[in-house]
Nanobody, 124 residues
Framework: QVQLEESGGGLVQAGGSLRLSCAAS????????TAWFRQAPGKEREFVAA????????NYADSVKGRFTISRDIFTRRLYLQMSSLKPEDTAAYYC?????????????????WGQGTQVTVSS
């Protein structure tokens, strides 16, 4: 099993930037794909971005394309989400996830390890 722990959330004004980090531990050799999801109050959890752990290929939700950048450091086993030009609608709890299969899928049910989440609040 892979353990994931997010950090870096907080309160930021609209137009600002924030970088989230996710530390991976445990059976990290099982990580083929890692991703960020988010869940706003009263809404379903939604896909944000994914990256292949080995090759670095990426996939983004249309709502964050051009504003967010997902990256990973395979040596420190950390996943990052650089968020820029933040909007109030980006306010949500952000979760990192990993799966032991290839494919930059947006479907959360395919991910088998999850962190506890970190809150991002964007004020207008």
């Amino acid at each position: 099993q892979v353990q994931l722990e997010e950090s870096g959330g907080g309160l930021v004004q609209a137009g600002g930037s924030l970088r989230l980090s996710c530390a991976a531990s445990g059976r990290t050799f099982n990580m083929y794909t890692t991703a960020w999801f988010r869940q706003a109050p009263g809404k379903e959890r939604e896909f944000v971005a994914a990256i292949s752990w080995g090759g670095g290929s990426t996939n983004y939700a249309d709502s964050v394309k051009g504003r967010f950048t997902i990256s990973r450091d395979i040596f420190t086993r950390r996943l990052y989400l650089q968020m820029s030009s933040l909007k109030p609608e980006d306010t949500a709890a952000y979760y990192c996830a990993s799966k032991s299969s290839a494919g930059l899928t947006t479907i959360q049910a395919t991910y088998d390890s999850w962190g506890q989440g970190t809150q991002v609040t964007v004020s207008s």
